[in-house]
């Protein structure tokens, strides 16, 4: 998993995590683990790029939606980007895409440009 440090204009460290493959139950715990020791360590402000996840589950939804928590405790932000075509349909019909901020690109996340996803 690719993890990268950006900091805003405004001086806020965000932590950009990419991760690959698949996101269900055989790696979700993992990347939750790793969503935990960011947010607490690194910085609450997290933006999940998922254009390498081709695949989610339940428990993949939820290791994101306890992310979205554990950033919101702490004050922080918590924005997906680049969402897969073949993951995207599950947020769909989920409805997690209401859930969640979800932007076209890592660029507009890292800005927090108003709300869209890919078509």
């Known amino acids: 998993m690719e993890q990268k440090t950006h ?12 991760p690959e493959g698949r996101l269900d139950i ?4 993992q990347f939750r683990l790793k969503l935990q020791e960011c947010i607490s360590k ?13 695949f989610i589950d339940s428990s993949g939804l939820t290791s994101l ?3 979205m928590r554990d950033a ?5 932000s ?5 969402v897969h075509p073949e ?11 209401s859930v969640f901020e979800i932007f076209d690109s890592e660029d507009q996340a890292l800005e927090g440009t ?5 078509s």
Do not use: Y
């Open 87 to 97: 993951a995207k349909l599950v947020f769909e019909v989920t409805m997690m895409d």
């Open 65 to 67: 939606v306890a992310g």
């Open 72 to 76: 919101d405790k702490e004050k922080g």
């Open 114 to 118: 108003p709300r869209t996803i890919a």
């Open 7 to 18: 900091t805003t204009k405004d001086g806020t460290t965000v932590i950009v995590l990419t």
């Open 42 to 54: 690194l910085s609450p402000h997290i933006v999940v790029n998922l254009s390498k996840v081709n």
């Open 26 to 29: 055989t790696t979700a715990w």
């Open 78 to 82: 918590f924005r997906l980007c680049q």
